[in-house]
Nanobody, 122 residues
């Protein structure tokens, strides 16, 4: 089992920044690819970003490219999502998740955090 706890969400004005963190405990963190997903009210959960086990590879959804950056610190068992130039459309609950392989489909992820709310005001 892997337990994931997100933090760093909050209320920010459009154009502002937030940094989300996700701390893992349990099984070896470095053996998992880590992803961020988000879910807005009335919408399905969608992929945001993923980072490989070693951190040498990343992939982003088109709508966050150039604005968001995913990173990880395996020594701290933590994955981050730096979010810049935030837009009201970025308002959602953000989840981190762990997968045994590099994937963008939520169905490929084995463990999920409880989520952290991000609200961007116009």
């Amino acid at each position: 089992q892997v337990q994931l706890v997100e933090s760093g969400g909050g209320l920010v004005q459009a154009g502002g920044s937030l940094r989300l963190s996700c701390v893992a405990s349990g099984r070896t963190f470095s053996s998992y690819a880590m992803g961020w997903f988000r879910q807005a009210p009335g919408k399905e959960r969608e992929f945001v970003a993923i980072i490989t086990q070693t951190g040498d590879g990343t992939f982003y959804a088109d709508f966050v490219k150039g604005r968001f950056t995913i990173s990880r610190d395996n020594a701290k068992a933590t994955v981050y999502l730096q979010m810049n130039s935030l837009k009201p459309d970025d308002t959602a609950v953000y989840y981190c998740a762990a997968a045994g392989s590099y994937a963008v489909s939520a169905r490929r992820y084995d463990f999920w955090g409880q989520g952290t709310q991000v609200t961007v005001s116009s």
